[in-house]
C-alpha cells in the first residue's frame, strides 16, 4: 500500500508526529460535504449507512430514467435493513437495458412510477450516511431525477442523499486505491477478490447489499473517523479523474 494512504499521522516505525492527532482532527471537523447530522470525529463505521444502487435505462441521467431502485441499509456493520422497487420510467426501456438486468418488461409496465415510489425510499434513507459505487453516477441520476419531478433538491437535516452538497461514501474510489495492482475494479469482480457472494449482479438490491460488504471488507484499510475519510476520498476521486483523463487521452 502507498504511503498516501498512512492516515494515522505516524512516522514508519508507527511513533506519532507530535500535536499531529489535534491537528487532523481540526482538519476532519472542517471538512465539506458530510452529512449535516452526522459527527464529523465519528467512526464511519459505527453509523448508520444507507447503500443504494440504481439500475437505468442508459447511462446518461439528463435522458435516461431510473428503472429499479435497491436500498440496503447498515447499522454498526451489519445489515439492518433492505428494500427493492422496480420503477416504470415513463419512456421505453431500451433491450440492452432489460438483458443486463434481467427485469421482466411487464413487471416495468405494471410498476409505480417514480414519484409513486420516492417518498418510501426518501423514508428509507432518513438518518443514514449515503453510500454507493461509483456514487457519481447514482447521485446523478437521483439529483436528475429530483429535478425532474419537481421534488426538493436542498440542504437537508436528516435526508442526505437528498442532498447535492454531501458526499457520498464510495467504495470504489478506495478500491481504486488499495486494489492498484489488479486490472478489473468491476464491483462483481472484487467481490470475487474478496469472497462476498453476488449471486444477483445487476439487480439493484443485491448490488446494494454486495456494495456495502465490500465497504467493511476493506474499512481496515481506511481511515476510522467520517470527516477524514471524507477529506481523503475527495482527494483521491480528483487524483484519479485526471489520471483515467490523461490514460484515455493517450488511447
Known amino acids: 500500500m502507498r504511503a498516501a494512504l498512512d492516515v494515522c499521522g505516524c512516522f514508519p516505525t508507527g511513533r506519532h508526529y507530535p500535536g499531529i492527532a489535534a491537528r ?47 436500498v440496503a441499509c447498515f447499522a454498526a456493520g451489519q445489515l ?11 419512456i421505453e426501456v431500451p433491450a440492452e437495458s432489460l438483458e443486463i438486468t434481467k427485469i421482466d418488461p411487464a413487471e416495468i409496465a405494471a410498476a409505480p412510477t417514480l414519484p409513486q ?14 453510500v454507493a459505487y461509483n ?28 442532498d447535492p452538497q454531501v458526499t457520498w ?6 478500491v481504486r486505491e488499495l486494489h492498484k495492482d489488479e486490472r478489473s475494479k ?3 469482480d472484487v467481490c470475487a477478490r474478496l469472497g462476498i457472494p453476488l449471486d444477483n449482479a445487476h439487480r439493484a438490491a443485491s448490488d446494494a447489499e454486495a456494495t456495502g460488504k465490500v465497504l467493511f471488507a476493506i474499512a481496515g484499510q481506511m481511515p476510522t473517523s467520517y470527516g477524514e475519510l471524507i477529506r481523503l476520498q475527495r482527494q483521491y476521486a480528483a ?11 493517450k488511447r
Open 80 to 90: 439492518s435493513g433492505f428494500e427493492n422497487w422496480i420503477v416504470n420510467p415513463g
Open 186 to 188: 468491476r464491483l462483481g
Open 24 to 70: 487532523l482532527e481540526r482538519v476532519a471537523l472542517q471538512v465539506e460535504g458530510l452529512a449535516p447530522f452526522a459527527d464529523a470525529a465519528a467512526r464511519w463505521a459505527e453509523q448508520k449507512l444507507v447503500v443504494i444502487d440504481f439500475e437505468t435505462t442508459g447511462l446518461d441521467p439528463t435522458k435516461d430514467r431510473i428503472i429499479e431502485i435497491g
Open 135 to 162: 456514487a457519481g453516477f447514482d447521485q446523478g441520476f437521483l439529483l436528475n431525477e429530483l429535478g425532474r419531478y419537481d421534488w426538493p433538491v436542498q440542504r437537508s437535516e436528516s435526508r442526505a442523499a437528498l
Open 239 to 249: 487524483r484519479q479523474d485526471v489520471d483515467m483523463s490523461a490514460t484515455w487521452r
Open 117 to 130: 415510489v420516492l417518498e418510501k425510499f426518501a423514508a428509507r434513507i432518513e438518518g443514514h450516511i449515503p
Open 169 to 174: 461514501i464510495d467504495p470504489l474510489v478506495w
